[in-house]
């Protein structure tokens, strides 16, 4: 297997899914019917569930903030740290993860493309949002103390647009012009959710290289230069050279 280079001519932007995360122990609260306690997803994952029945909302993501308190990060996301400390500003990672383990492990210049979990925002003013750690097990809605509305988790729903200035970013970091290749490199993903999963297309547009670590084939596994079947934490500590 040839390696994936990373020199000072590389620019490297990485995308990591539940795979990635899953490695490490993270719960999916998801079962293979996609419904959690008999509810679906959507239920207390959208608007229209935290709207229905905001306390179900808080009890589920109580569960995922207690699921993934003491997980550790693993060897995957210690070897994204040293390639983003070998390539600087060269360096973005996307990531479609909302546990916190890349910043956890080190990783700094991450984008969390679906928002985090271990942050609350109010769903009734313009309050920022802020890091919260604290969880509601028996459903209780907290309050926002500066307008006494719904506190939300502040993670992307169903339904609901992603951040412009997020897509931004990533957009800027494939299209710039500084002189670099750039090279895509995706682990852990389904290849199933949109938009993360067109950005293989837009890497390719500018004649990036791609690659898809993955354990399993993924929906858009053919749109990639290089596949490496395997797990993220076994396959990244020993894919790059750096140079």
């Not at 995922?64 to 390539?87: F, I, M, S, Y």
């Not at 969880?135 to 006494?148: A, E, F, K, L, Y």
């Not at 090279?183 to 199933?192: N, R």
């Not at 993955?214 to 050279?241: D, I, K």
Request: a negative charge; aromatic letters at 8%; one cysteine or more.
């Amino acid at each position: 297997m040839e390696p994936l280079v990373l020199d000072s001519r590389t620019r490297l932007l990485v995308l990591t899914g539940a795979g990635v995360s899953a490695e490490s122990g993270v719960p999916t609260f998801r079962g293979m019917n996609g419904l959690w306690e008999n509810h679906p997803v959507e239920a207390v994952a959208s608007p229209e569930g935290f709207d229905a029945d905001p306390a179900l909302v808080w009890r589920f993501y109580s569960q995922r903030r207690g699921g993934a308190a003491d997980v550790k990060p693993n060897p995957g996301h210690d070897a994204l740290v040293r390639w983003e400390q070998h390539l600087g500003d060269r360096f973005l990672l996307a990531t479609q993860n909302v546990d916190g383990l890349h910043e956890r492990a080190g990783s700094q210049r991450v984008v969390a493309m679906h928002g985090h979990l271990f942050r609350t925002k109010c769903a009734d003013c313009r309050r920022a949002p802020f890091n919260d750690t604290s969880v509601h097990p028996s459903g209780t809605v907290p309050r926002c103390d500066q307008c006494n509305g719904r506190l939300r988790p502040d993670i992307v729903w169903f339904g609901e647009s992603l951040a412009s200035e997020d897509l931004e970013r990533i957009g800027d970091f494939i299209s710039r012009r500084d002189g670099t290749r750039l090279v895509f490199l995706a682990a852990g993903t389904s290849g199933a959710v949109w938009p993360a999963a067109g950005l293989v297309d837009q890497v390719r547009a500018v004649r990036g290289d791609t690659w898809l670590v993955n354990f399993e084939s993924a929906a858009n596994t053919e749109r990639f230069h290089h596949f490496v079947q395997g797990r993220s934490g076994e396959v990244l500590p020993s894919l790059a050279a750096l140079s």
